[in-house]
């Protein structure tokens, strides 16, 4: 179990020294910024992973591709099947660039938030869900990249509809099989694993958009049509919270199957239908627990920090917040590690 550095779609200077001075074993890209409007090519991801060794940091794994690459399979519309083509030759190419994990999701129409400046502990600025106004204009949704900030929301003119009309719950499981069935073979193939997201928030539908791992039954589900040792979780410990779940208990289950391949360390306070995230500790979650329990279950992935709080005079990254974070799980991990030996 190891602490990676995560959140953002450009491996600049900055961040790469920052990471390589707090200790990270790695990086984690999300949804980086590569040539290519429909897939990504060999070339550019093997000058991605040598950009990140030149400071002694591996890319452990790429979280998410844009939404757009694979927005029809999702929805079953006319032209999957040529996404799915260009998402397979994604995987083959990660594969062959020696990148070991791919972060997914089945959010059509993205993260949603009500608020990207609530407030939380000393001031700081946290995001917030609150279902009761999550359909006012303008609304607030669908960042796909690691900047939890208000440039990188979007509004949309009839947010009970967002692409237009309702996509039920068993077409969107039903779609979900089609993908999965074509892409994981792929994944097997070229020796890439996939980590499937929760939906944020875990919801029963958004936007008209049936969502569907929003819960625990939902995910064993989907681990069952993906029945693999190339198939597993990104356990968003933040959005399992979310559900009202019981965190503990999901990580023993999937921990103990080693289907969790990374997790995203954060957490809220509250749950479906609001709730609003929080710094490490004082959120739903027992966090020595969480730690105690990957430990248990033989987890030997790596954690990131995920969404954090904005502290004062922080950058859009979130520097300051995320340096808490890294600090908070590092001495987590020591700790438990040291209480085995």
Excluded at 269 to 281: I, K, M, W
Aim: proline share 5%; glycine share 10%; with cysteine.
């Amino acid at each position: 179990m190891r602490v990676a550095v995560g959140q953002f779609s450009e491996p600049g200077e900055d961040v790469l020294r920052f990471a390589s001075q707090m200790g990270a074993s790695g990086v984690l890209l999300n949804t980086p910024k590569l040539p290519g409007t429909e897939r990504w090519e060999y070339e550019d991801l093997l000058a991605l992973r040598e950009r990140c060794e030149a400071y002694s940091l591996r890319i452990e794994a790429i979280e998410n591709t844009p939404i757009s690459f694979y927005e029809k399979a999702m929805l079953g519309l006319p032209g999957r099947d040529e996404q799915i083509e260009n998402y397979q030759a994604t995987i083959r190419n990660m594969g062959r660039a020696e990148i070991p994990i791919l972060g997914y999701h089945w959010m059509s129409n993205g993260v949603w938030r009500t608020s990207v400046s609530a407030e939380g502990r000393g001031g700081a600025e946290i995001t917030a869900f609150d279902m009761d106004i999550a359909y006012q204009t303008p609304l607030v949704y669908g960042f796909e990249d690691a900047e939890v900030s208000s440039s990188h929301m979007r509004s949309v003119k009839n947010p009970r509809l967002t692409h237009g009309r309702v996509f039920s719950e068993e077409e969107m499981w039903e779609n979900y099989r089609y993908f999965i069935d074509a892409v994981l073979p792929v994944a097997e193939e070229s020796g890439v694993k996939l980590a499937l997201h929760p939906d944020d928030p875990p919801v029963a539908e958004l936007g008209g958009i049936a969502r569907l791992m929003r819960n625990f039954s939902n995910f064993e589900r989907a681990m069952r049509i993906g029945d693999s040792p190339n198939h597993g979780l990104n356990f968003c410990m933040g959005t399992w919270s979310e559900m009202g779940e019981d965190v503990i208990a999901a990580i023993r289950h999937f921990g103990s199957q080693g289907r969790i391949f990374y997790v995203h360390f954060r957490d809220v306070q509250g749950s479906v239908p609001r709730f609003r995230e929080c710094f490490l500790g004082e959120g739903n979650v027992d966090v020595v627990e969480a730690v105690r329990a990957l430990k248990e279950a033989g987890f030997d992935g790596f954690m990131i920090d995920d969404h954090v709080p904005t502290m004062a005079d922080d950058t859009p990254w979130g520097h300051r917040g995320r340096a808490f974070a890294t600090g908070y799980m590092m001495g987590l991990v020591n700790a438990t590690t040291h209480e085995t030996r």
